[in-house]
């Protein structure tokens, strides 16, 4: 697989889940639609799936030290582009004003052979430095017309990067104000970088709480769960695990507007939102896996009504 490339399947230990639904509500075509917290839930997804990336790169590099050349290794780490996960936006990987710091602003690590620690340099590097630069640390002469410098050689003078996009040209600076937006809106979802940290606005936050649902009071709503048979019989070290739980809630008052809590084992594993697909409302979450237990596991789905939460017959 290449990660963290869609599609989103990876937890952050290298186990997949099952899809459940092939496709993501949030997403049409090659965009996105104008709801927030359903594109919050597609950003989750990736940041679970950049986890993944980021555990490969450390066995990588646990291979080199296991077979003691990692101090005379060089490593490069990067990407080809970003995607924009951003409500309303047409294309996920058409450049704008609005989504260059999430496409055309692409992670860069260089591990150096013997270097002594690592520093951050605020320099504008491009994709076209990396060669020029693994010329010079291996001593290899490179044509004349070359593009790109070696990032050991003098600062390149970069004072901006223009690039294009559907719209035009997309001019920015060097001063990271646009990644450190995109950081900031992705810190207001998800507190501390904790990629199990989503709530839907305005619901209180009782992830982790132990709830006993058989004393709640019903909701007028009802519950059928996809794939239910998933939880009869888990195997946590299994390469797949049930993670994304889905369903269909029905009764009530059900229009795509229910806050539902998702409680794993008598612990609330995730707070979502019902959506509407298809004329059917219906909601998606993701559980930490650490929930689960080997065996039986027990998956119920309690709403969040205010402070109240009533639980939702099956």
Not at 41 to 64: C, K, N, P, S, W
Not at 244 to 258: I, K, L
């Amino acid at each position: 697989a290449i990660v963290p490339h869609h599609p989103w399947q990876f937890l952050p230990d290298g186990r997949s889940y099952p899809f459940i639904v092939s496709s993501n509500p949030a997403s049409f075509g090659g965009g996105w639609i104008d709801d927030d917290f359903l594109v919050a839930q597609a950003m989750q997804r990736h940041l679970l799936q950049v986890g993944y990336a980021d555990h490969v790169v450390g066995e990588v590099i646990a291979t080199l030290e296991d077979r003691g050349i990692y101090d005379d290794a060089m490593v490069v780490v990067t990407a080809d582009h970003g995607i924009a996960i951003v409500p309303g936006v047409d294309h996920q990987r058409a450049i704008t004003p609005e989504t260059v710091g999430e496409i055309a602003s692409v992670p860069l690590f260089i591990k150096y052979p013997n270097g002594d620690g690592g520093v951050i340099d605020d320099r504008r590097a491009l994709t076209i430095d990396i060669l020029p630069t693994i010329a010079d640390v291996i001593g290899a002469d490179l044509p004349d017309d070359v593009e790109g410098v070696s990032l050991l050689g003098p600062t390149p003078s970069r004072d901006s990067t223009t690039t294009t996009g559907p719209e035009g040209a997309v001019t920015y600076g060097v001063d990271g104000a646009e990644k450190l937006e995109v950081a900031r809106r992705i810190e207001r979802w998800f507190p501390d970088g904790d990629p199990w940290a989503l709530l839907p606005p305005g619901s209180p936050d009782i992830l982790g709480i132990d709830v006993d649902t058989s004393s709640l009071e019903s909701s007028d709503l009802r519950v059928r769960l996809r794939e239910s048979d998933l939880y009869e019989d888990v195997d946590t070290g299994d390469e797949v695990v049930p993670a994304r739980v889905g369903g269909w809630v029905f009764g009530g008052s059900a229009d795509g507007d229910e806050v539902l809590a998702v409680v794993v084992n008598g612990e609330v594993g995730a707070v979502t939102r019902t959506f509407v697909d298809e004329g059917t409302t219906s909601f998606l979450a993701m559980i930490p896996p650490d929930l689960l237990v080997d065996g039986a596991n027990t998956i119920d789905i309690v709403e969040v009504d205010g402070g109240s939460l009533l639980r939702v017959a099956g």
